[in-house]
């Protein structure tokens, strides 16, 4: 079934199709995004890859050095930013250092005009998109999310079920590691036989400290669950950042989703539901790097599944995946039920509480660093 269709990975700072640009996915050099808001640096890697462009390497060295090795990790979404103050409208200054508008009346500061940046808790990374997809959702999606709120990252929120659905996490309890640039910007270099720029947790250990962040990149992540904690960073304009998301469970090579105790054939339900009752729709997963507060948009990735049929020799899209690509970027959302109208029936049969006790007895022994399990203390 996976030989039908073709993974291709899109990346820029908007939604706008017009603004993505493809990504040599697994190749060491990094793809350079700008927009009015952000530079950007990304590295894609997918593990067994089988998508565009055409001769794109099966894999990269990254998988093959720790902590990934050992964790089996299946793809990575790496990149180095660095945030850029927005443009102001209001130039003109009182004699006491105040902005005023064309009128001469006087403008409030902004949180971020006085911190210089966004707070820890406003800078969100997650999926989102523009239409429903609950016609799509397998059997036992709703305890699929159980699992990975309690074991990924409990601080996930959203609603699968909405007309336009997202699932967000705040960046620095959902980014597996996390560099912070000093004055001198050193780091964060190519490194080809680790497979482009490598992002460890670190970076400038005085500014870390002077918060109190954890040195390792589970304590951050678990450190970040806290919203005081949280309040205390800020992701400041003009510094350099590099952060890196990776996990094992979602297989692009069979298009599923593998979880401790539970798995998801996705392309299976996909082809047998949603071509059927949706042949033209794409098959979309977009990665949003955004502000909670603002709602402004930094960093798209989208992963893209397209039908073998529309793909040309050399790789390029045909007509038709042109066509299907310019609607899915500007599809109006349907109207339907909210979440609440789907709690009772979309586990499809599925016993929840037995898979969820099967996750458990899987991930016995093992530390929960984020805390999932409820037995560590909570960090200050």
Not at 71 to 99: A, C, H, V
Not at 282 to 311: P, S
Request: aromatic share 10%; proline share 5%; hydrophobic share 30%.
């Amino acid at each position: 079934m996976t030989d039908k269709y073709i993974i291709r990975v899109t990346a820029g700072p908007d939604y706008d199709m017009s603004c993505q640009t493809e990504v040599a996915v697994n190749s060491p050099n990094p793809l350079k995004i700008s927009s009015d808001l952000i530079d950007v640096e990304l590295n894609v890697k997918v593990k067994n890859y089988r998508g565009l462009p055409r001769g794109s390497p099966s894999t990269s060295p990254y998988f093959e050095v720790e902590p990934h090795k050992y964790n089996n990790d299946q793809y990575s979404i790496g990149f180095k930013f660095s945030l850029k103050e927005p443009e102001k409208d209001m130039s003109e200054l009182t004699e006491g250092g105040e902005r005023v508008d064309d009128e001469g009346e006087e403008i409030e500061h902004t949180e971020e005009d006085v911190i210089g940046g966004i707070l820890g808790r406003d800078l969100q990374f997650g999926n989102d998109f523009d239409h429903p997809i609950r016609d799509r959702l397998p059997p036992g999606f709703g305890t699929a999310m159980n699992i990975v709120k309690w074991w990924i990252d409990p601080g996930l929120e959203g609603d699968a079920y909405a007309d336009r659905p997202y699932l967000y996490g705040c960046g620095l309890s959902s980014f597996n590691a996390v560099w912070v640039g000093g004055e001198k910007e050193e780091g964060l270099k190519v490194e080809e036989d680790k497979g482009g720029i490598w992002i460890e947790e670190g970076g400038d250990e005085e500014w870390r400290g002077t918060i109190g962040v954890p040195e390792d990149g589970k304590k951050r992540m678990k450190w970040a669950l806290n919203e005081e904690n949280r309040g205390k960073w800020v992701w400041e304009y003009g510094r350099t950042y590099g952060v890196d998301f990776y996990n094992p469970y979602i297989d692009f090579s069979e298009y599923a989703l593998r979880l401790p105790g539970f798995s998801v054939p996705i392309m299976k339900y996909w082809d047998g539901q949603g071509l059927r009752t949706h042949p033209k729709r794409l098959h979309q997963l977009r990665y949003v790097l955004r502000n909670r507060k603002t709602g402004q948009v930094y960093l798209v990735v989208l992963f893209t599944l397209h039908r073998a049929e529309d793909i040309n020799e050399d790789g390029s899209l045909k007509p038709a995946a042109i066509e299907a690509l310019r609607k899915s970027s500007g599809a109006e959302g349907e109207k339907g039920e909210s979440l609440a109208d789907h709690k009772s029936e979309e586990n499809g049969g599925l016993d929840e509480d037995k898979a969820i006790e099967e996750a458990k007895k899987k991930l016995e022994g093992v530390s929960l660093d984020a805390k999932l399990d409820g037995k560590e203390d909570d960090v200050d």
